[in-house]
């Protein structure tokens, strides 16, 4: 169970403690958040309120830490991270008890999670001491007007403290996301979780303690956004931020000053249906794309572009699957589980509300029962819809029908959002031109869009993020090169 065993360290009656300088600690604020149940809808953990002091003295450990993990063997550090990636294995169910409990997440996915992170903190470890242990050797007199006079090394140093914020929807993927490849690279950590999601991070970050990194090195605050947001991500010891979330990370694009940002900020995805395609194929890749963990993932499909000749024939096959969901609880491994919040689930009626007046056509009766929403699938919306552009998160998904491959592709490319996209055809050539033409960065054909495996580089465009992740862009976006250069009183050819 989550807290006992080997987890008894972290709680300190009915609250979570956080972690700083090896060790877990009460907030001197005495104050605690609550995390709520979506299911039960009452307080299920509380964490600690740490302060802005705290976290002063966390970035401080932090930055001394890291330059010495900075002269620790590569091989070291792949030894630990690999360590951490079997012990969070061993105990992937506390871990998905607490994702099931904060984040209404099924059962058998939240298992998935912890098992996948596993594998993704062990890949790390390897594909970093592959292409950190590569630098490059140039010469000068490759460039018109110079001898060979000038020998240039070049090699990959870790930027320092990078400050992981992930999201709720994936609390500990999206951290050890972060997490390993800041780590192999020779930086230092400080990790502020979700609040829904946090008491799952804090049992991972334990995991990280057991495999022994040195004390100071990764950190993990929890707290309220409104008293040690900011104050994080403005913080001058922090050299990189990686987060993954909502609009909130254009405020923090705007306010983070000059160092590196990694940010992924959600999708509106658009699945382009045209007449060839297999409609089989394309109505399982829509329920498992658009409403898988409730819709909840920033790469769920979110509106549909079919052409209208086919559209009748779609709409009537994903309605036949989507009668098929099971809807409950999550431990019940129900398909459709509450979504994360009352303010989640008053904002995807708001949308719903808005379809119905303005005439779009319900493919199911709506129905809500706390945070509980039943699938729905919306035909014949139209661009004055707030559904057409606005991302649910949740398992609501509208139908527009097109009338030609340019009105898909307009409707794609005019929304403020850009992170992934699919089209289904059977002529690949079609599918190139198609792909070509969105303003994604990354385009599906013949499936749903999807994060991952997790060393596939995963971009966004316009206003869905900043940078590149994937394993190996995340190790390097979390590098910077270093240059020496040796100067020859004289030139100097190989076997000249």
């Known amino acids: 169970m989550a807290g006992t065993g080997v987890f008894s ?65 590569l091989w070291k550090r792949a030894e630990l991270l690999h360590k951490a990636a079997a012990i969070l294995k061993e105990h992937k169910a506390p871990i998905a008890e607490c994702l099931v409990k904060e984040i209404a997440k099924p059962a058998k996915d939240a298992i998935t999670e912890v098992v996948r992170s596993g594998d993704l903190i062990s890949y790390t470890a390897e594909e970093g001491v592959r292409i950190l242990g590569e630098g490059k050797f140039l010469v ?58 946090a008491v799952s991070a804090l049992h991972m970050v334990h995991c ?53 940002l990694q940010m992924e900020l959600g999708g509106k995805d658009a699945c382009i249906v045209l007449e060839d395609a297999d409609l089989d194929l394309v109505a399982a890749n829509i329920i498992k794309g658009g409403f898988s963990y409730s819709g909840q993932r920033c790469t769920a499909v979110k509106v549909v572009l079919v052409m209208e000749s086919v559209a009748d024939v779609l709409v ?32 995807i009626e708001g949308l719903v509300k808005d379809a119905k007046e303005k005439g779009a056509t319900f493919c199911q009766e709506y129905k809500r029962d706390g945070n509980l929403i039943w699938p729905l699938l919306l035909d014949n919306v139209r661009p004055d819809m707030r559904i057409a552009w606005e991302e649910p998160f949740g398992p609501v998904l509208p139908v527009i029908r097109i009338n030609s491959i340019e009105e898909g592709i307009h409707h794609c490319n005019a929304s403020n959002f850009g992170l992934q996209g699919c089209v289904f055809t059977k002529d690949v050539n079609k599918a190139i031109l198609i792909s070509d033409a969105m303003e994604t960065g990354t385009v599906q054909i013949n499936s749903a869009p999807a994060r991952g495996p997790d060393h596939f580089p995963f971009q966004g465009l316009k206003d869905s993020g900043i940078g590149s992740q994937g394993v190996t862009n995340s190790i390097n976006m979390m590098t910077k090169i270093k240059s020496t250069v040796i100067n020859l009183p004289t030139p100097s050819y190989t076997m000249g």
Request: charged share 20%; aromatic share 8%; hydrophobic share 35%.
């Open 9 to 73: 360290d972290i709680l300190d009656g009915d609250v979570y403690k956080y972690y700083a300088d090896g060790e877990w600690k009460k907030s001197s604020s005495g104050k605690t958040v609550a995390i709520i149940n979506p299911t039960t809808r009452k307080t299920q953990y509380k964490v600690q309120a740490c302060t802005q002091e705290e976290v002063n003295k966390v970035m401080e450990l932090a930055k001394t830490a890291q330059k010495s993990w900075a002269k620790t063997p």
């Open 140 to 197: 000068s007199d490759s460039f018109p007007g110079n001898q060979r006079t000038k020998y240039c090394l070049t090699s990959k140093i870790p930027l320092g403290v990078i400050l992981a914020i992930p999201p709720f929807n994936y609390p500990v993927n999206l951290a050890v996301s972060k997490i390993a490849p800041a780590l192999i690279a020779g930086n230092s950590l400080v990790l502020k979780p979700p609040t829904q999601g």
């Open 208 to 260: 990280f303690h057991l495999a022994g990194f040195p004390k100071g090195l990764i950190s993990c605050v929890t707290g309220k956004g409104s008293e040690i947001g900011d104050f994080l991500t403005m913080h001058p010891g922090v050299n990189c931020i990686s987060f993954t979330g909502g609009d909130t990370g254009i405020a923090i694009s705007k306010k983070a000053g000059m160092i590196p």
């Open 316 to 347: 009537e096959k994903v309605k036949a699957k989507v009668a098929k969901l099971t809807v409950g609880a999550p431990e019940d491994d129900c398909d459709i589980t509450p979504v994360v919040s009352e303010s989640s689930a008053n904002f």
